[in-house]
Structure formats: structure tokens, C-alpha cells
């Protein structure tokens, strides 16, 4: 497609409950990345990929995120064991080149309660 | 450490009363500044990029403009429809691909 699609829209979760985020990037661009927006906007970079390779995970917090890029298949985001501080805004985002600009999905909100 | 810091927080305009905004970074290295633009609700959606000290670039009321230290999002008689939070980022040359953001400037515009 033309935009980057996120689903679901909303996401609410018990403490301790897993959570799993979708995204499709726009047709075409081989590099997808995942960021946190969390209060005052402040993003925070979780991983990158370039096609189904991990491109950067440092962002990551590898105990309980995992994230994954499958050929024919929308990209993921799981958060194993949700704390209440995993509560954010979860964007996606796709760009056709190492350094082409990066064009954001609508973002999936996630509550842990 | 690389950092992008935005200012002011927050900016009310009158429609028609022209203003700037301003991201400045500390980087190693810069590839490229990014200008987006947020409204609620929403993903960033892109406006502007820049890759050298000296590029300028425009759309509508809005001019991007790049120095080596700073970055001038100015907005020209501006309407109620341009508020929003605008969003810098900027993709460096250290580390590998991703962008390091600002926190943002919040503009009212009001009519």
C-alpha cells in the first residue's frame, strides 16, 4: 500500500499479559523500524530491520520485546509479561533506502493496566 | 552523545503572525534533519529534509532551513489548520540507521 498500516489501533492489557503489535510497511521499502512515543513526545527507537534482517536492536529491551520481519508477512512487535510502563504509543515506520526519509504509520496505543 | 533539542516547548500564535521555530543538535556526524509534523492522535507526518548547512526548502507557509548547529522551521502567516507539534529528527552517522528525535514545539494557531 501507500501508507504504512498499524493495527490494532488500541491495545489494553493486564500486568504480567503479552501484547503483539502489527505493521505493514509501505509496498516496496525494504526498511522498517519501531519506535515508543512516550509523555512530552518523546520517541525512543526500539529496533530496524532491512527486509527480514535485524538491522539495529539497540533500542530493544531484549527480556521481554521481540520483534520480527517475515517475507509475505505484516511485521511484528511482542511484548512478553506487559508492565505498567510498557504503556505508550508503539510507531511504525518505513523507508525505501539506508537514507531515505522514514514515513510513519497511525500508531498503535498500548494500556497496561 | 548525540542530541536534538527543540525549542520553545510550546508557541501561541495569532493567525497571520508570522514565527520560527528551532532545532538545534550536538552530533558526531549528520546525514540528514528531518522536519515532521504531528497532529494528535496521529503518526508524524513528513514535511521537510535537509541534508547540508546552507539547504533550504519550502511548502506552503512553511521554510525548512539547515546550519551546521541548527535547523529554522519558519512558519509564514500562519492559520488555525497549522497547529499541531512539529517534530525534528535527525539520522547521524553514528551508530547504524535510525533517527534521533527532538521533544517537539506545540503550536496554537489562533484565529
Known amino acids: 500500500g501507500e501508507e504504512v498500516a498499524q493495527t490494532p489501533k488500541h491495545l489494553v492489557r493486564g500486568e504480567g499479559q503479552k501484547a503483539k503489535l502489527y505493521c505493514a510497511p509501505i509496498?516496496?521499502?525494504?526498511?522498517v523500524f519501531w519506535y515508543q512515543q512516550v509523555l512530552k513526545n518523546e520517541f525512543k527507537f526500539l529496533i530496524s530491520?532491512?527486509?527480514?534482517?535485524?538491522?539495529?536492536e539497540t533500542g530493544m529491551p531484549k527480556e521481554r520485546f521481540s520483534a520480527k520481519c517475515l517475507p509475505n508477512s505484516p511485521c511484528s512487535l511482542e511484548i512478553q509479561a506487559t508492565k505498567l510502563e510498557d504503556s505508550a504509543v508503539y510507531f511504525c515506520?518505513?523507508?525505501?533506502?539506508?537514507?531515505?526519509?522514514?514515513?510513519f504509520g497511525p500508531g498503535t496505543r498500548l494500556l497496561v493496566l | 552523545e548525540d542530541q536534538v533539542t527543540q525549542s520553545p516547548e510550546a508557541l501561541r500564535l495569532q493567525e497571520g503572525e508570522s514565527s520560527s521555530l528551532n532545532c538545534s543538535y550536538t552530533?558526531?556526524?549528520?546525514?540528514?534533519l528531518f522536519w515532521y509534523r504531528q497532529d494528535p492522535g496521529k503518526g508524524p507526518e513528513f514535511l521537510f529534509t535537509?541534508?547540508?548547512a546552507g539547504e533550504e526548502k519550502e511548502k506552503e507557509r512553511l521554510k525548512a532551513t539547515l546550519t551546521k548547529k541548527e535547523s529554522f522551521l519558519h512558519i509564514t502567516a500562519p492559520k488555525p489548520e497549522d497547529s499541531a507539534t512539529y517534530l525534528c529528527?535527525?539520522?547521524?552517522?553514528?551508530?547504524?540507521?535510525?533517527?534521533?528525535f527532538g521533544t517537539g514545539t506545540r503550536l496554537k494557531v489562533l484565529a
Open positions: 515506520a518505513s523507508s525505501g533506502g539506508f537514507l531515505e526519509t522514514q514515513y
Open positions: 509496498k516496496g521499502h525494504s526498511y
Open positions: 530491520f532491512q527486509n527480514e534482517n535485524v538491522f539495529d
Open positions: 552530533v558526531s556526524g549528520l546525514r540528514g
Open positions: 535537509l541534508y547540508s
Open positions: 529528527a535527525v539520522h547521524t552517522t553514528s551508530g547504524t540507521y535510525k533517527y534521533i
